[in-house]
DNA sequence: GCGTAATAATTTCCTTCGTCAAGTATTGAT
DNA sequence: ATCAATACTTGACGAAGGAAATTATTACGC
C-alpha cells in the first residue's frame, strides 16, 4: 500500500520538494551538490532527503567515478525510484483517447487508445474509465502502485478546480472533469490544458529541464504555443496565453476566423494549408496529405505555400523570442504534421524576424508522436504528487 | 542619521518585506488585512511591522470610518512615511539628464536637468554629480535623508552587477556604471534599463498595482515594452525581452535596420514616420512636428500614415495580449509623442487582433512626461531599498 | 449607563525549519 | 600509517511564524 505524508502530498517541507524536483529533473545528483544547488545547507539535504528515501521515492545509488583533484568520500547521489509509483495520463481529442502509462521519472511504460465516436461528457467517461482498466489491469500490474491520473483537454481548462470552461472541440462547457473522472476511476485526477501539459512535460523531463524560461510551440490544425517564464507556467489573466497562432503576421494577409488578419494560424494552419492547396490546385477535395505529397513530389506552388506557412510561423516564434527571451524554443508537430516540410522556413523566418541576440536562443523542431500529449497528461500528475 | 538593519537592507525576514511591500503599493492597510492578504497569522503581521514603524518607515494612521456589521475595534492602518527617505531617479538620454527627487511612495518632490554635450563617460559622471549635488543641495533639504540612487539607460544593462554592456545611444561598451556613479556622489546606486524602470514603477507604484502580469509599451524613436509576468519583470535569457518593436506585423512592410520586414517599429517608429511623411510630401527638410500638425490640420495622406502606424502597433500590442495576457497594459508616449494621432488606431489594430478573451484586456493609452522616466529609476532604487 | 457581541491587535508559548559546528566516513597521496 | 580532502550525519541552537488566550475598542440593545 502507497502511503505518505499527510493528505496526497508527498513532501510536506519547501525544501522537500524543493529536493525531490531537483532530483526528479536533473537526474542523480549527491546531497552536497543539492545544497549548493538549492542554497542549503548539506544538513538541511540530508533531512529532507531522509524520509523520501524511507518512503522508497529516493534511493542512493553506488559512489560514481572520481572527480576533480581525486581525494575524499565520493559522492553518493540520490536517484528517483521510478517503480515507486505510476501515474495513468489521457489526451482527450474529438474522437480518440489516447492513456499512457508512466513512471515516476515520465518514462511511458505502456500506452493504448479507444476511439470515441461521440464526445458528450457521458461516452467519453466511460470510454475513459474502461481505458484506465485496460492500461492498469493489463500485463505489468501497474494498478497496486497507482494512485494519480492527468488528463489533457485543448481549450479554457482550470487546472485548480479541474473544470473544463470550454473545450471547443469536443464541445463542453463547464464540465467539472476532476470530479467526474475520479468518481468513475476512482483515482486522484489533475486537469490541464493540452499545451499547457506538453509544456510541464518538456519543462520537467525534456528539453526545457534547468531552463528558467521556455517556450513549446505545436504546429497542427491549431498553432499554439505554451511558455514558461521565471520558471512558471504562463496562464494569462484573462485565460488567455500562449495563443501564437492569432499573432498577425501580415497586415495584408488572409482574414482568420477569429476576426484579425493575416493571422499565423490563418497561413500556416492546416486547414489553411489545405485551403491554398485546393484553390492553387483546382482539386476541390485535396487533403492535407495530398498537399503533402506533392510539395514533396517537387510541385513548385504547393511547396510556396509550405514555404509561405513556416515563415510566418517563424515570424510567430521570433514574436515569442523578442518578447520574452526563452533560454530555448521547442516546436513540434500534432502527430504526423509535415514538420519536415515547414523546417527550413521556420529557422529562416526566426532568424530574419529575431531581433539581436535573439536569434541566439536554440530553436528545436521535430515531430511529436500523439503519445506525446498523453505523456504530458502524466506529467502534470507526477507534479501535483511532487509539487501541489 | 539613516539607520537600519544590517547592511543597507530594510527588512530582515521576507514576511516583513512582504508587509512593506503591499503597503508601499496598496496605500494603507490594517494588520488584519494584510494577515489574510499576505497568508500570514495577524500575530506575524504584527511582529514584522513594529520595527519598520521603530525605524519611521511605517506609521499608524487613526482609525477610520466603519466597515461591515459596524461592530468590534476599528483597524489602524499601517501607512508608509514617504518622508522618511528620499531617492534620486535620473534618467540619462543621449543629450540630458533628467533628475528627481522622489519621497518613500516615488512621489516626485522636485526635479531638474542638465544638457549633455558630450555623451562619453567622464562627462555624464561630472554632470550626474552635479545635478545630484543640484538635486539634494537645493531647497527642500534631501541630502540627509538621501542615500541612493537609480540611473535610467536605455540598452542592454544588468542590473545585478550594475554594468552597462550596450547602450546604442551613448555608444557605451561594458560601463561599470554603478560602481562609478557611487564614486562620484557617495550614494548606492542602482542601475536598470529605462524601459524596465518604467515598467517597475509602473507596477509598483501605478496603474500595475496589484496586478500579477501587467505590459508597458512606451512608443517614440523606438517601441519598446516591459513584461511583468506572474508579479516578476521578464527579463530575456539572451539579454532579450520586450522587443515589441521588432515583431513582424506586415509580411510585406518595409525592412527595418534590425534585417527584419515589417517590424512595428520601421511602420510606426518616429523616424519611419517621418520617412514617409517625406516620401508622400515630397517635403525632404519635413520634421516629426510638422508631420504632426498637418494630420492634425487634417492631412489625410499624413493621417494615413499615423493610421498605419497605429495599427502596427495595435497588431503588436495584441501580441503581447495573446501570448501572456497580461491584467492590464499601458501605452506611453516618449516625451511629447502625438499619442492622440496613434490612439484609435492603436485601440482598432488591437481590438482586432487580439484573440478571444484578451480583448477584455484594459489597454490604458497616455502621454508620458519625460520626467516619469527619471522617476521609474528612483522607484528602482526604492525597490533596492525594500527588496533586494 | 452597562453588559454583550464583534472585530482588531498583542502577548505568550510552542513547533518547526534550517543553520552551525562538531564529528564520522571514505577516499587518494605521501 | 598518517594526513588531507571531500561527503555526509548528528545534535544543539536560533529565528520565524502559528495557535490560542488576552487586551483593546467599538456598536448595539436594554
Redesign the pocket.
Known amino acids: 500500500m502507497l502511503t505518505e505524508t499527510g493528505k496526497g502530498a508527498l513532501t ?5 520538494t ?1 529536493v525531490f524536483t531537483a532530483v526528479l529533473t536533473e537526474g542523480p545528483l ?6 549548493r544547488q ?13 524520509p523520501l528515501i524511507e518512503m522508497g521515492y529516493l534511493q ?1 545509488l553506488a ?1 560514481t567515478e ?13 536517484a528517483v525510484q521510478a517503480d515507486r509509483e505510476f501515474f495513468v495520463g489521457v489526451k482527450i481529442t474529438g474522437d480518440e483517447l489516447i492513456g499512457v502509462v508512466c513512471d515516476l521519472c515520465a518514462d511511458v511504460r505502456t500506452s493504448a487508445h479507444r476511439p470515441l465516436t461521440d464526445p458528450s461528457v457521458e461516452a467519453v467517461l466511460n470510454e475513459l474509465g474502461r481505458l484506465v482498466d485496460d492500461l492498469l489491469d493489463g500485463p505489468g500490474g501497474y494498478r497496486a502502485r497507482t494512485r494519480r491520473l492527468g488528463l489533457a483537454v485543448s481549450g479554457d481548462v482550470d487546472r485548480n478546480t479541474g473544470l473544463v470552461r470550454y473545450s471547443p472541440f469536443l464541445q463542453w462547457h463547464n464540465v467539472p472533469l476532476e470530479r467526474l473522472a475520479a468518481e468513475v476511476t476512482g483515482l486522484t485526477v489533475t486537469v490541464e490544458n493540452d499545451v499547457k501539459a506538453l509544456t510541464t512535460a518538456e519543462h520537467w523531463f525534456g528539453e526545457g529541464v534547468g531552463a528558467e524560461s521556455f517556450a513549446l510551440v505545436t504546429v497542427g490544425t491549431g498553432i499554439g504555443c505554451g511558455l514558461v517564464v521565471n520558471g512558471r507556467l504562463v496562464s494569462g489573466s484573462h485565460g488567455v496565453a500562449g495563443e501564437i497562432g492569432h499573432i498577425g503576421v501580415d497586415a495584408t494577409g488572409p482574414t482568420c476566423h477569429c476576426g484579425g488578419r493575416g493571422c499565423v494560424e490563418a497561413i500556416a494552419g492546416t486547414p489553411a494549408i489545405v485551403r491554398q492547396a485546393r484553390e492553387c490546385s483546382g482539386r476541390p477535395e485535396l487533403t492535407i496529405d495530398d498537399a503533402v505529397a506533392l510539395a514533396r513530389g517537387g510541385d513548385e506552388q504547393i511547396g510556396a505555400i509550405f514555404a509561405r506557412g513556416g515563415n510566418a510561423i517563424g515570424t510567430g516564434i521570433a514574436a515569442v523570442a523578442n518578447l520574452v527571451g526563452p533560454a530555448r524554443i521547442v516546436v513540434s508537430g500534432e502527430g504526423l504534421a509535415a514538420y519536415d516540410l515547414f523546417e527550413t522556413h521556420i529557422r529562416a523566418g526566426f532568424e530574419r524576424q529575431a531581433f539581436g541576440a535573439a536569434v541566439d536562443c536554440p530553436l528545436s523542431i521535430r515531430p511529436l508522436p500523439f503519445e506525446e500529449w498523453a505523456r504530458g497528461a502524466a506529467a502534470v500528475s507526477i507534479q501535483s504528487l511532487v509539487a501541489p
Open positions: 510536506e517541507t519547501p525544501a522537500a524543493a549527491s546531497r552536497v551538490s543539492l545544497a538549492l542554497g542549503l545547507s548539506s544538513a538541511a539535504v540530508t533531512k529532507a532527503a531522509r542512493e559512489a572520481r572527480t576533480g583533484p581525486g581525494a575524499g568520500r565520493p559522492a553518493s547521489p540520490l
